[in-house]
């Protein structure tokens, strides 16, 4: 009896990982999931809790007007509540800055980061990562009409504002001898760039298309990105049923045009005219990018 008592919770689970949802979740269906999973814990509070940023339009925006986050990772947030809680409306959002996000994790402050939070080996020491559910490449910004800066190498010598805990620092180290500018938020580079404080904002050119939608004809886009940025879901670290199940989810997104939609509406809106979507493919990349075998 003992035995069994065993087998039948993690025979559930397995059904519940084949299927991302233990039922196909929407409005209109409520899952029942694994006694004590992080999916059974979230509904039986009725409620998912989502790290996010504020401020980087196209990803995660707080509308100063009406108080609603928007953007890419914004809907990815609402999918995901309504396949785990049965609506997308049952989500509360809270802020997270790239130095926190690993913390508000690993304390349970939240119950994912979707943070543009790009997957490397470092963080994966700390939380373990769904996804990637977003590529993006590491570009540059610069006023309008700077005629000096065409690509990275041209960095070497000026200001270059970036976040405190990204990535992007870190490859512009590697690259170039600039002279950086650390901040919290990549929307405190904005001002500083437009009142000729800084040369140069660096970071994913999908953050960089969002701060120039926000200031049109103030700022463009040098065009030559450097490195490959995978976006994953942050959740604590250990728990591979969540991972697995939100693998499973993004799959599903991917397939069923959920997650072309939720593109079409934010990325899609301002994106270069052709430019092609970076579609992942859940849970078959390494941090680096590099596509491996599906992960156990």
């Known amino acids: 009896m003992a035995a069994m008592r065993i087998i ?4 559930a689970v397995l059904a519940c990982l084949a299927l991302a949802g233990c039922g196909l979740g929407g409005s209109k269906h409520h899952a ?3 006694e004590a999973s992080s999916m059974a814990r979230i509904q039986e509070r009725d409620i998912l809790t989502v790290g996010i940023k504020f401020d980087q339009p196209l990803f995660g925006y707080k509308d100063p007007n009406t108080g ?3 953007g890419f990772d914004a809907e990815i947030a609402r999918l995901v509540a309504r396949d785990i809680t049965g609506t997308e409306r049952k989500i509360r959002f809270i802020e997270t800055v790239p130095r926190n996000r690993e913390e508000f994790l690993r304390r349970g402050v939240v119950d994912l980061v979707i943070a543009t939070y790009s997957i490397t080996a470092e963080r994966s020491k700390q939380v373990d990562f769904a996804g990637p559910y977003y590529y993006a490449g590491q570009d540059t910004l610069v006023r309008a009409r700077n005629a000096d800066i065409h690509d990275v190498t041209d960095l070497a010598g000026k200001k270059v504002c970036t976040a405190s805990g990204s990535t992007s620092a870190d490859r512009l180290r590697s690259r170039v001898r600039a002279r950086l500018v650390i901040v919290d938020s990549y929307s405190e580079c904005v001002p500083a760039l437009r009142n000729g404080r800084i040369d140069a904002i660096s970071t994913d050119d999908t953050i ?3 701060l120039m939608s926000r200031n049109p004809g103030a700022m463009r886009l040098v065009g ?3 490195g490959k940025e995978p976006y994953g879901i942050g959740v604590r670290r250990g728990d591979t049923v969540l991972r697995r199940y939100l693998d499973g989810l993004i799959r599903r997104y991917l397939r069923d045009g959920s997650w072309e ?9 301002v994106a270069p005219s052709g430019a092609a979507p970076a579609r992942p493919t859940a849970g078959a990349t390494d941090v680096a990018g ?3 075998a599906p992960r156990p």
């Open 8 to 11: 039948r919770p993690a025979l």
């Open 32 to 34: 029942t999931f694994p």
């Open 68 to 70: 609603r986050i928007t």
């Open 290 to 292: 590099t596509p491996v």
């Open 208 to 210: 960089l298309l969002g």
């Open 261 to 269: 939609r939720a593109y079409r509406d934010t990325i899609g809106a």
């Open 224 to 226: 030559k990105p450097f």
